[in-house]
Each structure stands twice: as structure tokens, then as C-alpha cells.
């Protein structure tokens, strides 16, 4: 999937990738654009709290 835009790509591409069937994905997101939008949030908030522990040993 690595090698697809981001408007190619498929629940179905994300089901067979995750190897989950289409009713567990829709049970947690909306369409792909919802699970895009859910994986930057909690990469970002990953990022944010690293880099506060990053400060905090700094400091």
C-alpha cells in the first residue's frame, strides 16, 4: 500500500493488509479518511509526549 495515494486506497486494501474483515474495521471507523485522521492524532500525541519526556530529562 506503501506505493499508493492516499485517495487509491481501499477499505478493502486496509482489511487485507491488517488481515481484519470489513465489519471490524467499520465497527471503529467511519471510511478510510476517519482511520487516516485517527492514526495522525495518536502519531501525533505519541510525538507530543516524547517529546515532553525528552524536555523533562533535558531539564
Known sequence: MSDKNINSISVT???KTADI???T???HFVDVADCMNHME???LMNFFLYLRMINKLIL
Open 21 to 23: 474483515n470489513r465489519g
Open 13 to 15: 486494501d486496509i482489511c
Open 41 to 43: 492524532k495518536k502519531l
Open 25 to 27: 474495521f467499520y465497527a
